[in-house]
């Protein structure tokens, strides 16, 4: 070897071992925290199974101002998830439950590495936490339009084109359509709830069944509510302004 080429082979797996650790914490991550941590927003939550990488990171910038304490926070927590350490929400927790310890699948070395390039290359970003589908104070659910959104949308659309008296009118029903359903939902999902709860606790059938005849009743009215306002709203518009919005 000569004067000029071992520096130059230094130099290079210097380089090599830089890279090499740079992409490592990809690397690191992909195969070992990606199959629960997507790392990008995703579109079907109901299939996720841990909170998404830029969720995580959102709640580790909340709470860390830098990445030093960031990076050695989440290393630790990694390798010992406590729920009093957390700082994803008690709900996304409660869902989801604690993650499970990486001791054996992570070294200490790997961890900072892996949380290290998150740090750096995971742009933090607010999760809505609407675990599981929202309750709905509807007996049907699928197939209605809903007439008051629609309308809403297209309230000064030119070709829609409502006229003061119209509009007067659609407001009537949205006002009447909203107060009827304010009036049934909280306690619909109240019951819902309590169903819930007395099913997964063993509760006595004959008074599961009958509070979900109950549940059935509040449904029902909010259902005829909603195909009320549906007839009232569909009466006030022309038939060509229906069939524009419908076609929406
Ligand atoms: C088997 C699924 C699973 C794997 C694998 C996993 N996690 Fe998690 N992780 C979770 C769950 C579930 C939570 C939310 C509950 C919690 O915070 O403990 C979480 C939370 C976290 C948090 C937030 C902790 C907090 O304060 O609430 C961080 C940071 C994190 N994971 C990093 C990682 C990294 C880095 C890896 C890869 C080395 C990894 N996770 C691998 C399931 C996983």
Not at 12 to 17: A, H, I, K, P, R
Not at 87 to 105: A, D, W
Not at 113 to 138: D, R, V
Not at 186 to 205: R, S, Y
Request: charged fraction near 25%; glycine fraction near 4%; charge should be positive.
């Amino acid at each position: 070897m000569n004067k000029i080429t071992l520096p130059k082979v230094i130099l290079t797996s210097v380089l090599s071992f830089y890279t090499l650790n740079a992409s490592s914490g990809e690397e690191l991550f992909n195969s070992k925290c990606a199959m629960c941590h997507v790392k990008t927003r995703p579109s079907d939550k109901s299939t996720l199974v841990a909170p998404p990488a830029m969720g995580v990171m959102h709640h580790i910038h909340m709470t860390y101002s830098n990445k030093k304490d960031a990076v050695a926070f989440m290393s630790k927590y990694i390798l010992n998830p406590q729920q009093e350490k957390a700082v994803c929400m008690p709900k996304s927790i409660k869902h989801f439950g604690l993650m499970p310890s990486q001791k054996g699948n992570v070294t200490k070395k790997e961890a900072k590495i892996i949380t290290e390039w998150m740090y750096e290359h995971i742009k933090p970003s607010k999760m809505m936490h609407n675990h599981g589908k929202k309750a709905s104070p509807f007996l049907i659910t699928k197939g209605l339009p809903h007439m008051t959104k629609l309308v809403k949308m297209n309230w000064d659309n030119p070709k829609l084109n409502l006229t003061q008296k119209q509009k007067d009118a659609l407001v009537l029903v949205r006002k009447e359509t909203m107060k009827g359903v304010k009036a049934v939902k909280p306690q619909a999902m109240q019951l819902e709830k309590e169903i819930k709860k007395m099913t997964l606790h063993g509760g006595d059938i004959e008074k599961i069944n009958s509070l979900i005849d109950e549940l059935s009743h509040l449904k029902a009215q909010a259902s005829k509510i909603h195909v009320k306002c549906i007839q009232d709203t569909k009466a006030i518009l022309s038939r060509q302004q229906l069939q524009l919005l419908m076609n929406k």
